[in-house]
């Protein structure tokens, strides 16, 4: 019964190491405070206010209720073998196997400990360097980056999308909703660079193309990235398009500018101004969180605009079509030789090997 308890007691330092480091009782606490709000009775006066905190709470217990079982369990099996009961020794030592199993899936988590890694993500990509090269190779990373959502089970939304004049996209915003959207797609984050015969001049020669790839975390709380109203410019605008019924007759687009970053971001997806408001105030805070770790400064305030350019000698990583076939990050080192495979969205490797290095 003492070896039990010892080894219990050892798995236990273990959890209680790992709920530090994955900021549970932050969490938790996060968690409180959203449910206080959800008790208000105007807390359904904003349906998408009121949306996103449901959201939050469910991924909050997910990342919390485990960890507290498992101590739980954990604390049960060290106080029951202090009682020196024989007749629990098998019990209790099923239990602990069960406990170690748990800890190991557990364990898991410990890839996603950064401060915004259990949020959901936002995605903007641009096209770079290549004229329509370039902007058909931000398409096909939008198409890898949806159907990789679609594969492990996380849910996308189109915010905006700028198409180009003879193929592919400009630019395009988009949310990935989801369990660590936003650990996981933070891997993606910088200039990814294609190389291929292109298929978009006369001789077939072979193209070098750039898109710039933002990955932020979704801000929806107002104190999780405080915005002073007089850092803001907001202007109203009639929304643009193709025609038809989608497109609005009043002036519904909202475009707000942050003064002290010079960021700006423009919204005309949703139908009302007030909707379109609130998309691009979180836009606005996910984009100020994102700029806030790369540069590791705590104030809003302190943060200089963003600089890096979709060009050569910015890549993190690079897709090699022609004249042999190779994906290589250059990050992490990994590399594979079927490029078709990840440009369908196979990118679980890329995003395991960022991760382990991470937490070396």
């Known amino acids: 019964m003492r070896e039990i ?48 905190n449901l959201k939050r709470q469910a991924k909050l217990e997910q990342s919390t209720a485990p960890w507290r079982t498992l101590q739980r369990e954990l604390t049960d099996i060290i106080e029951l073998s202090a009682t020196g009961d024989t007749s629990l020794f098998d019990d209790l030592t099923k239990q602990l196997s069960h406990a170690h199993k748990h800890f190991s899936s557990l364990k898991q988590q410990l890839k996603f400990s950064g401060p915004y890694d259990n949020h959901d993500a936002i995605i903007s990509l641009h096209a770079g360097a290549g004229g329509t090269d370039a902007q058909d190779w931000t398409q096909m990373l939008q198409r890898m980056y949806l159907r990789y959502g679609e594969s492990i089970g996380l849910k996308t939304k ?109 919204i005309q997806n949703e139908r009302s101004q007030l909707q379109n408001k609130e998309t691009a105030l979180t836009l606005l805070r996910s984009r100020l969180a994102q700029l806030q770790l790369e540069q590791h400064q705590e104030h809003l305030s302190e943060l200089k605009g963003p600089n890096q350019s979709a060009e050569w000698g910015n890549q993190i990583r690079s897709y090699v079509l022609h004249p042999y076939k190779q994906v290589k990050d250059l990050r ?3 590399e594979t030789s079927d490029p078709e495979a990840v440009l369908d969205g196979n990118l679980g490797e890329f995003i395991d090997a960022y991760l382990e290095h991470n937490l070396a």
């Not at 480091?21 to 938790?28: F, R, S, W, Y």
């Not at 990235?225 to 002036?251: C, E």
């Not at 519904?252 to 700006?264: E, F, K, N, Y």
Request: aromatic residues 6%; charged residues 30%; proline residues 4%.
């Open 5 to 52: 308890a010892k080894k219990a007691k050892q798995l236990l330092d273990g959890v209680h190491e790992a709920i530090d480091k994955l900021a549970v009782p932050q969490a938790e606490n996060e968690l409180t405070e959203l449910k206080k709000l959800a008790e208000a009775p105007d807390f359904w006066t904003n349906n998408l206010a009121a949306q996103d």
């Open 332 to 334: 992490t080192g990994y």
């Open 158 to 266: 189109m915010l905006d999308e700028s198409t180009g004049e003879e193929a592919g996209i400009k630019s395009s915003t988009f949310e990935v909703d989801g369990e660590f959207a936003y650990g996981k797609l933070k891997a993606e984050h910088g200039v990814h660079r294609l190389v291929r015969l292109s298929p978009f001049n006369a001789d077939h020669l072979r193209q070098t193309s750039f898109a710039k790839v933002e990955v932020m975390p979704k801000v929806v709380r107002p104190g999780e990235a405080p915005l002073d109203d007089k850092d803001l410019k907001i202007d109203v605008y009639r929304s643009g398009g193709h025609g038809g019924q989608s497109v609005n007759t009043t002036d519904s687009a909202v475009r707000i500018t942050h003064l002290p970053t010079g960021i700006t971001v423009a």
